[in-house]
T-cell receptor, first 115, second 112 residues
Framework: GAGVSQSPRYKVAKRGQDVALRCDPI?????LFWYQQALGQGPEFLTY????????KSGLPSDRFFAERPEGSVSTLKIQRTQQEDSAVYLC?????????????FGPGTRLTVT | GDSVTQMEGPVTLSEEAFLTINCTYT??????LFWYVQYPGEGLQLLLK?????DKGSNKGFEATYRKETTSFHLEKGSVQVSDSAVYFC???????????FGTGTRLQVTL
């Protein structure tokens, strides 16, 4: 079946612009995660949803970052007033149920470049 | 807080050589441990996992054993192939936490 998809795959934004990154999880997956992967680094956790509820947003680096999943399926990560340090690959992952014991399936990522 | 340390890359090996990528961790409680692989142009894929001490995860000829006494989860393969060239990430998930904590990744390059 279809895996996790993300769009756009690449995004170039001028500093100060707002961006919205979309994640389509695997159908039926309850849990959804966002991670940020800087160049040459491992992914770092941003936020986690179970259905439409955002249960953990401890990794969001600033109040410019906002994520939503209003109907418990598709999720959007929004970054306001982008800055150069926001340049990274943003990864989305989904898992079938509550996370403990279930594999997280990753999408291909959105590469954001802020100029 | 939780953290994962893995050996710096790149690791360059000839085909059929033995591979070890070291991974050590710091975590509260008893974490689950994972190795993920990222092939060029593709997303992260789970390679193997272990959920308790002394468990051995294995897949595609790769193995890793959960060593609580040394807080390690080293990845090994007896004979690498060119197709194993990728970036390998060690990761953990603590207790009932939801998120994965990753190491910085180790790039493996296998040549003929």
């Amino acid at each position: 079946g279809a895996g996790v998809s993300q769009s756009p795959r690449y995004k170039v934004a001028k500093r100060g612009q707002d961006v919205a990154l979309r994640c389509d999880p695997i159908s039926g997956h309850v849990s959804l995660f966002w991670y940020q992967q800087a160049l040459g680094q491992g992914p770092e956790f941003l936020t986690y949803f179970q259905n439409e509820a955002q249960l953990d947003k401890s990794g969001l680096p600033s109040d410019r970052f906002f994520a939503e999943r209003p109907e418990g399926s598709v999720s959007t990560l929004k970054i306001q007033r982008t800055q150069q340090e926001d340049s990274a690959v943003y990864l989305c992952a989904s898992s079938l149920q509550a996370p403990v014991g279930y594999e997280q399936y990753f999408g291909p990522g959105t590469r954001l470049t802020v100029t | 807080g939780d953290s994962v340390t893995q050996m710096e890359g790149p690791v360059t090996l000839s085909e059929e050589a033995f591979l070890t990528i070291n991974c050590t961790y710091t975590a509260t409680g008893y974490p689950s441990l994972f190795w993920y692989v990222q092939y060029p142009g593709e997303g992260l894929q789970l390679l193997l996992k272990a959920t308790k001490a002394d468990d051995k995860g294995s897949n595609k000829g790769f193995e890793a054993t959960y060593r609580k006494e040394t807080t390690s989860f080293h990845l090994e393969k007896g004979s690498v192939q060119v197709s194993d060239s990728a970036v390998y990430f060690c990761a953990l998930r603590s207790g009932t936490a939801s998120k994965l904590t990753f190491g910085t990744g180790t790039r493996l390059q296998v040549t003929l």
